[in-house]
């Protein structure tokens, strides 16, 4: 039985990298274009803890300036946690919004940035405490195979990762441009004979995205673990109790050897 995973699938924002400052910025900018009447100007900052707080409901980045867009405008921030597809819909219709174009602002939004002040871009993003030295462990070791599966663009998460001296292939990370739920690109990976899937271990830090994985029984082999310091909330974390299916996991949980990932996962 083997004690390790051959093939190691990483979410990237969340579990490798804390962008939330980024996010933030990046959701004001993108919010000053579309409700530009009513531009928020030096009224960013007000909304920014409860931007941070409510971050775990965001399932893709398009989310992000309609859930600014809703503090806005008063919603309490318990509707947005316990409801927030609710909220965000009758906002969309409300307002008119598409899914389509506000992604295209905010994407256009991190280019126009990158381009202009890369260094100003790159800092508001930290890795969180030990996971780099980590994966480079893991990938010199030579004997799991790495990939990063996340909605964010691969480019940008490509750029991060170079910065701190991962040079990953572009076929090693599967982002939003792929255009597939997260299960598919699991199926994509098995089906795929350039990697070892023997035996796939998947960290995420959202929950809704990890038991759709395991509501799959074509995928019901691959390991899954809740990345505790991500963007998750306690009541997410305190679900999976009882749950054999998803393990959550420690930060020290992660930095340490495999096979002590279920024993340590909640401590």
């Not at 083997?2 to 699938?9: F, H």
């Not at 506000?102 to 871009?121: C, G, K, M």
Request: negative net charge; charged residues 25%; aromatic residues 10%.
């Amino acid at each position: 039985m083997l004690t390790s995973p051959t093939l190691l699938a990483l979410d990237f924002d969340g579990v490798i990298c804390d962008g939330l400052q980024e996010y933030f910025q990046t959701t004001c900018r993108a919010y000053d274009r579309l409700w530009k009447p009513e531009t928020l100007n030096s009224q960013h900052d007000i909304f920014a803890n409860s931007f941070y707080q409510l971050r775990p409901v965001i399932e893709t980045g398009w989310e992000m300036p309609v859930l600014l867009r809703s503090l806005v405008l008063g919603e309490p921030k318990s509707n947005i946690l316990e409801d927030w597809p609710q909220v965000r819909d009758r906002l969309v219709e409300t307002e008119k919004l598409n899914g389509k174009e506000i992604t295209q602002i905010v994407d256009s939004v991190r280019d126009e940035w990158i381009e202009s002040n890369l260094e100003s871009w790159l800092k508001l993003h930290r890795f969180y405490p030990g996971i780099i030295a980590k994966i480079k462990q893991i990938l010199q070791a030579e004997q799991t195979q790495v990939v990063i599966i996340t909605t964010k663009e691969g480019r940008f998460a490509k750029k991060l990762l170079q910065q701190q001296g991962l040079n990953f292939s572009q076929t090693a990370i599967f982002g939003k441009e792929v255009k597939r739920p997260k299960p598919e690109t699991l199926r994509q990976l098995i089906a795929n004979p350039s990697y070892n899937t023997e035996k796939i271990w998947f960290v995420e830090d959202r929950l809704k995205t990890l038991e759709l994985v395991a509501q799959q029984p074509d995928l019901n082999d691959i390991e899954l673990y809740l990345a505790d310091w991500g963007y998750n909330t306690e009541t997410m974390r305190a679900s999976l109790a009882n749950n054999s299916t998803i393990h959550l996991l420690s930060l020290a949980g992660f930095a340490s050897n495999f096979t002590n990932w279920r024993s340590r996962s909640k401590s």
